[in-house]
């Protein structure tokens, strides 16, 4: 059995894992958490294969036929042109969403962020027609292209972007769909027509902060660069029927107590549909982590249990200038100011009077209601939470933990 976790799952893949080999099958585990944790994977299955497994893994299925496989493989970075398209044949059918990748790999380094650790800094692109010939595979009428950042940074990355949604057209493949993206996309009037030309409805833009010294604190000037406004941005994909989904992280070194307003002012003033908000967490093999973890600062660390709470929605570390009840606190209160039912419906008629695209605004207001009951989910969750007895999560109690000096 082939099996990959993010760090949030691994826990459950581990579970798995025990359980399928006392049924006699052989476990490979792969992905980015295995990548991450080597020595620890290799306590719960018969064979890791680290970083990119495409190139490697007819080698794997050939040592485990002959009995000879190995403790660990490593795939490092492949060639994306190399990469066929996956099976979408084999996927069960009725999912909202189908999914494919174009690019991987990205050209920022956030702190924060395991994309560059584990696929690298090159922005590395599939040939378009590689691209189109999958997605011509996928039986969804949605499609979520995976990419972490779809249209890079250069000027080199937009023309591919340019390249693939014309390529799209041409296709006449006839869906939608969303992707995540850097705020420049915004910026570039032909890249954004193109985009919902060619289906795009949604996307996800990933401001992180809305304070100047967090951006630098983790690596994003990106989003300092002179002369760009988030606004301006948002207000294009907008017009041209593209919903924008802000993301923000919060719990920096510079955040203090009234960061939950703030980040929901952030959402106000940039004009985004829909606003998500996740606790600063320390992924393994981050920058984040080295340093949270050379100050002592991680809290839930009895692993491979406390990685189910590397979700982002829970506090795992101790943050520099807010508990872990100022933390939740933070979140709701940000949440519930954006997602006032007052706030939510005069986002919604507001938008539509202004872009008449019914089709996006009405994705971003079942987008904003459903944000609104998980947002209710999250604080029933956090009570359950600080009333646990016995789990490892709440042992380390303090709910509220000491700071650091
Ligand atoms: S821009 Fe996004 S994908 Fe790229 S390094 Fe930063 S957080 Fe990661």
């Known amino acids: 059995m082939g099996i990959t976790a993010f760090s949030c799952q691994a826990e459950r893949a581990y579970k798995l894992a025990a359980e399928f080999r006392s049924r006699g099958v052989t476990v490979v585990m792969g992905g980015i958490h295995a990548t991450m944790r080597l020595d620890e994977a290799l306590q719960y299955v018969d064979s890791v294969v680290t970083g990119e497994a495409e190139e490697v893994w007819p080698q794997v299925l050939e040592d485990a036929r002959d009995g000879t496989l190995r403790r660990v493989y490593h795939g490092g970075i492949v060639d994306v042109a190399k990469v066929p398209p996956a099976r979408h044949d084999l996927l069960p059918t009725g999912y909202a969403f189908g999914s494919v990748q174009t690019t991987r790999g990205c050209p920022l380094n956030c702190h924060f962020c395991s994309v560059t650790a584990f696929n690298g800094k090159r922005f590395r692109r599939r040939p378009i027609e590689h691209v189109i010939e999958e997605i011509k595979l996928i039986e969804e009428k949605l499609v979520f292209i995976v ?7 250069s000027k080199a990355h937009i023309t591919y972007a340019k390249d693939l949604f014309r390529a799209l057209i041409a296709a006449n493949i006839r869906k939608r769909w969303v992707a995540q993206v850097t705020v420049n996309m915004g910026e570039d009037e032909e890249l954004v027509r193109l985009a919902a030309k060619s289906g795009c409805f949604g996307v996800l833009i990933g401001f992180e902060s809305p304070a100047r010294e967090a951006l630098i604190e983790i690596n994003k000037k990106f989003n300092l660069r002179e002369g760009q406004t988030s606004r301006e941005s948002v207000r294009r994909l907008q017009r041209n029927g593209i919903a924008v989904l802000g993301s923000f992280i919060f719990g920096f070194d510079v955040d203090r107590t009234g960061i939950g307003l703030k980040l929901a002012e952030a959402g106000f003033s940039s004009g985004v549909d829909i606003l998500s908000v996740m606790f600063m967490t320390p992924l393994p093999g981050t920058r984040l982590w080295e340093t949270m973890e050379s100050q002592a600062r991680i809290v839930a660390k009895d692993f491979p249990g406390d990685w189910k709470y590397y979700t982002l929605n829970l ?8 508990s872990w009840d100022e933390m939740v606190d933070e979140f709701i209160s940000g949440f519930r100011a954006f997602y006032s039912y007052l706030r939510i419906f005069s986002r ?28 209710e989910l999250d604080a029933q969750m956090f009570k359950r939470l600080d009333m646990t007895r016995g789990t490892p999560y709440a042992k380390k109690e303090p709910v509220r933990i000491s700071r650091p000096v």
Do not use: E, I
Request: with cysteine.
């Open 147 to 153: 990419d972490d950042n779809l249209v890079g940074t």
């Open 315 to 322: 506090p795992v570390a101790n943050y520099m200038h807010l």
């Open 348 to 375: 919604f008629f507001g938008n539509l009077l202004r872009t008449r695209k019914v089709y996006s605004n009405l994705v971003a207001l079942v987008c904003n209601l459903m944000f609104r009951r998980n947002m």
